[in-house]
């Protein structure tokens, strides 16, 4: 186990005091601890929103791209250095809103990277529109009679979109959010972890209370719970509401990942190889007239 400190950035965060980005946060730099990471060995890739700010945050390689455009950004990113840990921290709006056509292919593919969904139902940073996981009825500003729509299910559409990890954690449990985040970098494939987080400043319906009387860790009610098994996991993807089951839903370890299936990455990562045989140096020094 590293010393957490090592992934302290030097940026202060902004975001309110008791906002649920702060346990994720800490989360993630628990888990690249337990896993001896250093922090060269890993990038944040994150979109747009007060959960996308993540990767200032901590002391690790970083990516901040537009709105909705972490995963492209991740794949790419993987392609060009397989050896790079990649997690992607997004919110709810930028992974399952405006990000919802990258998700489907990305989980498909089941690219290895882990996809962190701050899932707060709500768009943040932009003060408190409606987001694709708000519940059916819930009112903002841009839904002043409620939410028409029924909410995005994330779980359910991982499984059916080919990701072959699938849970979801607590932002106020940092402890077991960080095995989740663990067990996902150790997972090869698509790994999406759904995180249900407050946003204390503008969503005062789904509250950290109200996340706590409501999840329940599945491993410890349901020892027997299988997720291999895919129907019962569809099945337990349906549960919110009362009960909102936390820890792993859904895995498959028998599918190969998008990287080990690229005939040009067997011979290790890209950034590695020599460019149509001309040396890295001559390519290391083009790329500095870029930096
Ligand atoms: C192309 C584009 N459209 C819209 C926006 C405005 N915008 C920025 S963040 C955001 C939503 C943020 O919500 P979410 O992803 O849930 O993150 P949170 O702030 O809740 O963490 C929106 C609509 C933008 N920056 N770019
Ligand atoms: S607006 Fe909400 S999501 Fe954004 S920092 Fe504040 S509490 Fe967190
Ligand atoms: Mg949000």
Request: glycine letters at 10%.
């Amino acid at each position: 186990m590293l010393d957490i400190k090592l992934y302290n950035s030097p940026e202060k965060p902004t975001w309110c005091p008791g906002c649920g980005d702060f346990g994720i946060l800490n989360a993630v730099k628990q888990a690249l601890a337990m896993l001896e990471l250093y922090p060269h060995e890993a990038i944040v890739v994150s979109g747009i929103g007060c959960g996308s700010k993540l990767p200032h945050y901590i002391r690790a390689n970083g990516f901040n791209i537009l709105h909705g455009r972490a995963l492209p950004v991740a794949q790419g990113l993987k392609l060009a250095n397989h050896d790079l840990k990649v997690i992607v921290t997004t919110g709810d709006g930028d992974g399952y809103g405006i990000g919802m056509g990258h998700l489907m292919h990305a989980m498909r593919r089941n690219a290895d990277l882990v996809h962190i969904v701050e899932n707060n139902q709500i768009y943040g940073l932009t003060k408190g529109q409606y987001s694709p996981t708000s519940d059916k009825g819930f009112v903002t500003t841009t839904s002043p009679d409620g939410a028409i729509e029924p909410a995005v299910n994330p779980i359910a559409l991982a499984i059916a979109g080919g990701a072959t990890f699938v849970a979801r954690g607590f932002s106020s449990e940092p402890k077991h959010l960080a095995q989740l985040i663990a067990r996902g970098l150790r997972h090869r494939g698509y790994a999406l972890i759904d995180v249900l987080q407050p946003c204390v400043t503008y969503n005062k319906v789904n509250t950290n209370n109200w996340y706590r009387q409501r999840g329940y860790h599945l491993e410890e009610e349901e020892p027997d719970y299988d997720p291999t098994d895919k129907l019962r996991a569809f099945e337990k993807a349906q549960e919110w509401g009362e009960r909102i089951p936390l820890g792993v839903i859904y895995l498959d370890e028998s599918r190969p990942t998008y990287e080990e299936q690229v005939p040009a990455l067997q011979n290790g990562p890209l950034v590695k190889q020599p460019i149509d045989g001309t040396p890295l140096e001559v390519w290391e020094a083009i790329k500095q007239e870029f930096v």
